[in-house]
């Protein structure tokens, strides 16, 4: 019998599990049920396809609907949103009846159903001119509003990562940016203050007026439209605000069905993607990660993560056997010429958490002192001191700290301790790197920290060769 897959959710997450259960099974019928009208596109390029350095926002589409109607035989029905799910009968219903009706019969069905942005309750949330980030349409829409305005000047709440990205894109239109953040530094969640000052000096230097330790009160208008917002107490005037606080796993339709949720709130598979439904799988951001370095599990929220958990569930559903192992949840930014990369928790996460971490900060350069344009890299390694091993990588400078996080959450991934991760060997040439790489140095300094100076390795300071 042909086996009937139906996946809800055509972000990047379902189109890769639906690829995935085409390889697996090569008979199956494989339909997507999709909100938007498009078929899968880039969220991660909208910022850059806002500010014009992607100068087509359509380019983001990963795939036209032949290569998934014709080259895959996937059924897109987009446009539809699933209402219900009947997990007993195996039976999905999804609005707006098209020729084939309005249910969906499946043998295995997978939950790709993402996330949605926060909205604020603050008077003035539903004036024209306050937008979030997530979708084309939302890109667009900020768009034409800024050109309709003539915008001169847009508030940003929230200074995490959308918010940061939003940021420079506005900068990069010629729009002038005031950005608050609740607390006392920008990027909260993936760097520590430290190294997050690093990031807004650069940002001040492009012109980003923060608004640290901030909270919006009001967003004012006038005939409808947005005219300012006030700011712990002081009012701006501003064109539009983009509001860029937290996403939430779309959980509703699980929940409904009675799909286990974990403790985070988004729904709790097992290492086969599978949740707690007979024949239903779930992965990206509508699911909770098991995370790695920290062995909990929570919301990492990434494409990275959201493709891998994806392929597997696309292959089990489909048949076959995989597994995902779980997530060191390492990230990149590239933010006003800094390269911004990291893993693990911050400090101040992992005390939450009733960790103690050791840590470092060294600022090495990419390449040896004598050798013309090397950058600084600024790199903070934490170690759990209770193992010795790694815990986290924070990474800033104008190149090289995209790589050297993929270093750290390979020995993350490994559970390498950072004795182990400090004596692995990295390449060096003049042109290219140093010897001694900056992480290297970060490591061996972390682990006299760490451990008695008896057993260090060869002194960090050798420099030439
Ligand atoms: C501005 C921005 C920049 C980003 N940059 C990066 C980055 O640089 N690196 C990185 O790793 N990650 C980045 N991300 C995160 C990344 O985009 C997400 O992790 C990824 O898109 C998750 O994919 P998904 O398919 O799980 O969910 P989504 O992309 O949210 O897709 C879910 C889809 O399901 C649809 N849907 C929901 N409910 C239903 C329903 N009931 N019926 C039918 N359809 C439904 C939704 O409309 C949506 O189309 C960024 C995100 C944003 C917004």
Redesign the pocket.
């Known amino acids: 019998m042909v086996r009937r897959i139906v996946i809800?959710?055509?972000?990047?997450?379902?189109t890769t599990a639906a690829f995935y259960a085409r390889k697996t099974d090569r008979t199956a019928e494989i339909t997507i049920?999709?909100?938007?009208t498009l078929p899968e596109y880039s969220?991660?390029g909208?910022?850059y396809a806002f500010s014009g350095v992607v100068p087509n926002l359509r380019s983001l589409i990963g795939f036209d609907e032949d290569f998934y109607e014709h080259t895959n035989r996937i059924h897109l029905r987009l446009g539809?949103?699933?209402?219900k799910i009947h997990s007993d009968h195996q039976l999905v219903e999804?609005d707006g009846e098209d020729r084939l009706g309005n249910e969906l019969a499946y043998d295995s069905l997978i939950l790709?159903?993402?996330?949605h942005p926060t909205t604020l309750s603050v008077a003035g949330s539903n004036l024209k001119g306050v937008f979030t980030?997530?979708t084309i349409d939302d890109v667009e829409h900020l768009a034409d509003y800024l050109r309709e305005a003539m915008a001169k000047k847009v508030a940003i709440i929230g200074a995490g990562?959308?918010g940061s990205?939003m940021a420079e894109a506005l900068l990069l239109r010629g729009v002038a940016v005031i950005q608050a953040e609740i607390v006392p530094e920008i990027l909260p969640v993936i760097l520590d203050p430290d190294m997050a000052s690093i990031v807004r000096e650069k940002g001040q230097e492009h012109g980003v007026e923060y608004h640290l330790q901030s909270s919006l009160e009001e967003i004012l208008g006038d005939k409808e439209r947005v005219v300012g917002v006030r700011i712990s107490g002081r009012t701006h005037d501003v064109d539009a605000v983009v509001v860029a606080v937290r996403?939430r796993p779309?959980t509703e339709?699980a929940k409904d069905a009675g799909i286990q949720l974990g403790e985070s709130g988004g729904i709790r598979t097992d290492d086969r993607m599978a949740t707690s439904a007979k024949n239903i799988y779930a992965?990206?951001?509508?699911i909770e990660t098991f995370d790695l370095i920290t062995r909990r599990h929570v919301f990492f929220?990434?494409?990275?993560?959201?493709v891998r958990q994806?392929m597997v569930a696309g292959i089990n559903a489909a048949g076959g056997e995989a597994r995902y192992p779980g997530s060191t949840g390492v990230?990149?930014?590239k933010l006003f010429g800094l390269e911004v990369a990291t893993l693990g928790p911050t400090i101040s996460m992992a005390e939450k958490m009733g960790m103690n971490p050791v840590s470092v900060r060294i600022t090495g350069s990419t390449r040896l002192s004598y050798y013309p344009g090397g950058k600084d890299l600024t790199v903070k390694l934490l170690a759990n001191p209770n193992n010795g091993k790694l815990l986290g990588a924070q990474l800033v400078g104008e190149e090289g700290a995209t790589l050297r996080a993929n270093s750290a959450s390979m020995a993350a991934h490994l559970g390498l301790t950072v004795q182990e991760f400090a004596e692995i060997e990295t390449c060096y040439s003049p042109p290219l790197a140093p010897v001694w790489d900056p992480v290297t140095i970060a490591a061996q300094a972390l682990l006299k920290k760490l451990k008695p100076v008896s057993a260090q390795p060869p002194s960090a300071t050798i420099s030439g060769h």
């Open positions: 809800i959710g055509c972000g990047v997450s379902g049920v999709g909100s938007e969220r991660c909208l910022p539809l949103t699933a209402t999804h790709t159903t993402g996330a980030i997530r990562l959308t990205e996403v779309n339709l992965a990206g951001d509508c929220q990434l494409a990275t993560t959201a994806s990230t990149t930014v």
